[in-house]
């Protein structure tokens, strides 16, 4: 078995200029390309076609279509990285239906919180069918149960079914296309119900535009289908523009990270995205000398989405595997949202990460990004790092607004505003969500916050994360960052957040898990968190040990700082240690005593 080829020898490409998904692949399947999915120790398994995915989503369809739904009913979909659901999620679409992607349940807690999360968004999607592999079909049946109006089954049970009545009636370009839920890092996730025109748009801008397709391009992903950078920048725009991509599941990459970097190594894959805690991740993971086994020559494109991009795990990675033949320059920081279909920003190709130092008093009392010179500034408390996202996608706008809902000037940081024919119209069957984000003026707060420089964007957070403490804006991620370098705390997972307190005062709290097993040794480390955040911000807090899994993450692998502060204040967090009053611990540790002074 072979993977499928890069190029075709007969196919003209065409990036994404169609007006429907079902065109797309229509197109495709007349060349060689498609999709390659492959086991977790790294052996291809599956090679699935482009024409042969039409025709088993065309099989799909004329089942899903032969139950009597009503055109425009919602399927749900549980996402796993399998061409099962690629062949029903197109296979709704030219049954005339609107898949309901799902998340799995890495991250999203125990069975019965990942069950009420399926459950509610089941509820508020409508969905009229369900459909998930054998493995999870107990899953999806205990949530949808007196919730899902017609059949939940797997994809042999649907398969199964007589096609009698069945024809394909597939979506017009006036139609809606599928519902993504947002990752919910802030709130309950809610669900966009994107149209044929907004993915068809920002998959020609992200084809076109962003990354500058070639036919000689090809990806590897192991981002979940659920995500909209996974379904959209790895499923959809690849199909819609006849490129191969090459599939591990996010469960396999998690397990061994490296396993990404072979399959762009053998297949010598162009095009690769991932967050930041992804490259960290590769990093960690390699020994001495393992890096030089593979060869990233091939790489030109290696994108950061999803999550705040960190610029010194970026430069490690790129040290790091020097020896592999990478190339920084192929570092590609973008900016997109769900609500925006997928992307917004991207800047231009071969610049690598470009990193602005801004003075970190101004950055924090008076809310603006004026420039510094890295060098001059002694302590890491004196500069602030961000990178830039780049500029938006051809026929989309961005603008940083003030409280007032006014435009900022340039290096004036807001909330971060986009406009475009790739943005939602709302939130489905949400008014009251909507209307948060949806301003009269047809523009929507993101809820994001950042700036502008000379029509690039930086991003410097979420609105809602963002810690107020005696009048100066502090951003949870340059605590957290802080915390996560300390030896004995678990990667990737600290979480920063603030408390009312009385008198209009607010109390700000580090939660970290660790293994450390030793009340001495956990109480040190609590020292070490306390004199690291004073260092670096200039701030007490109060720190909070709990064991490994204790955190909650989004469906998209983000800490949700809301649902960790909520655990906290509730009293669900099981801390390993006895707080201890802040002079108590200052006494017993000179650092203290001589930050706080």
């Known amino acids: 078995?072979?993977?499928?080829?890069?190029?075709?020898?007969?196919?003209?490409?065409?990036?994404?200029?169609?007006?429907?998904?079902t065109e797309g692949l229509d197109y495709a399947a007349r060349g060689t390309t498609g999709c390659n999915f492959y086991a977790p120790r790294g052996h291809l398994e599956t090679v699935l076609g482009y024409a042969e995915l039409q025709a088993?989503?065309?099989?799909?369809?004329?089942?899903?279509?032969?139950?009597?739904?009503?055109?425009?009913a919602r399927v749900a979909l549980l996402a796993e990285t399998k061409?099962?659901?690629?062949?029903?999620?197109?296979?709704?679409?030219?049954?005339?239906?609107?898949?309901?992607?799902l998340p799995l349940s890495i991250n999203l807690g125990g069975h019965e919180a990942y069950v009420q999360r399926l459950r509610a968004m089941l509820t508020a999607a409508k969905v009229s069918a369900a459909v998930a592999s054998d493995e999870l079909i107990a899953l999806l049946r205990e949530a949808g149960t007196g919730v899902v109006a017609g059949m939940i089954g797997t994809p042999e049970e649907f398969l199964a079914l007589g096609t009698r009545g069945g024809e394909l009636r597939p979506l017009t370009k006036d139609e809606p296309c599928y519902m993504q839920y947002s990752s919910g890092s802030t709130s309950l996730p809610r669900g966009v119900l994107v149209t044929q025109r907004a993915i068809t748009n920002n998959a020609r801008g992200i084809a076109r535009d962003g990354l500058k397709l070639v036919p000689e391009d090809r990806a590897t992903s192991w981002l979940p289908l659920y995500h909209d950078m996974g379904l959209v920048g790895f499923c959809i725009a690849p199909m819609m523009s006849q490129v191969s991509i090459d599939y591990i599941a996010t469960s396999s990459f998690a397990r061994r990270p490296l396993l990404w970097l072979k399959l762009i190594s053998e297949a010598e894959s162009t095009i690769a995205f991932s967050p930041t805690f992804g490259y960290e991740l590769c990093v960690r993971r390699v020994t001495n000398g393992q890096a030089s086994q593979y060869d990233l020559e091939s790489w030109r494109i290696a994108g950061i989405g999803g999550e705040m991009v960190?610029?010194?795990v970026l430069q490690a990675f790129s040290d790091c595997f020097a020896p592999s033949g990478f190339d920084g320059k192929a570092f590609l920081p973008s900016y997109g949202l769900a609500e925006a279909t997928l992307a917004v920003t991207f800047p231009g190709l071969g610049s690598g990460v470009r990193v602005d130092h801004i003075d970190r008093a101004a950055y924090e009392s008076q809310a603006e990004a004026?420039?510094?010179?890295?060098?001059?500034?002694?302590?890491?408390?004196?500069?602030?790092?961000?990178?830039?996202?780049?500029?938006?996608?051809?026929?989309?706008?961005?603008?940083?607004r003030g409280p007032c809902g006014q435009a900022l000037p340039d290096r004036k940081i807001g909330r971060i505003c986009v406009r475009g024919p790739s943005v939602m119209q709302g939130y489905y069957a949400n008014p009251e969500a909507?209307?948060?984000?949806?301003?009269?003026?047809?523009?929507?707060?993101?809820?994001?916050?950042?700036?502008?420089?000379?029509g690039e964007l930086v991003i410097t957070g979420r609105s809602k994360d963002l810690i107020i403490c005696n009048g100066r804006n502090i951003w949870p991620q340059d605590l957290e960052w802080t915390v996560e370098k300390l030896p004995g705390i678990r990667p990737g997972c600290v979480a920063a957040f603030s408390v009312d307190l009385a008198q209009d005062s607010e109390k700000v709290v580090v939660i970290a898990e660790t293994r450390l097993s030793e009340e001495q040794e956990q109480q040190l480390l609590v020292?070490?968190?306390?004199?690291?955040?004073?260092?670096t911000a200039g701030v007490d807090c109060q720190a909070i040990l709990v064991p490994p899994r204790s955190l909650t993450f989004t469906s998209s692998g983000k800490l949700s700082r809301a649902a960790v502060r909520e655990d906290f204040l509730s009293g669900a967090l099981r801390p390993l240690t006895e707080e201890l009053p802040i002079a108590e611990l200052a006494a017993s540790d000179p650092r203290l005593m001589a930050a706080a002074n």
Not at 1 to 7: A, G, K
Request: charged share 20%.
């Open 83 to 101: 061409p099962d659901f690629m062949a029903f999620f197109y296979g709704c679409q030219y049954a005339g239906l609107v898949p309901v992607p």
């Open 56 to 72: 088993r989503s065309h099989e799909a369809a004329l089942r899903l279509s032969a139950l009597g739904l009503e055109r425009g």
């Open 527 to 535: 020292q070490d968190i306390l004199f690291n955040i004073r260092r």
């Open 1 to 21: 078995m072979n993977p499928t080829p890069t190029s075709h020898s007969s196919l003209a490409q065409r990036l994404g200029d169609f007006e429907t998904l």
């Open 370 to 400: 004026i420039p510094a010179e890295p060098k001059t500034n002694g302590s890491a408390y004196k500069a602030r790092a961000f990178v830039f996202c780049g500029s938006a996608l051809p026929g989309h706008e961005v603008e940083v």
């Open 310 to 312: 960190r610029p010194e």
């Open 434 to 454: 909507s209307e948060g984000v949806m301003l009269a003026d047809g523009w929507m707060d993101t809820g994001d916050l950042g700036y502008l420089v000379e």
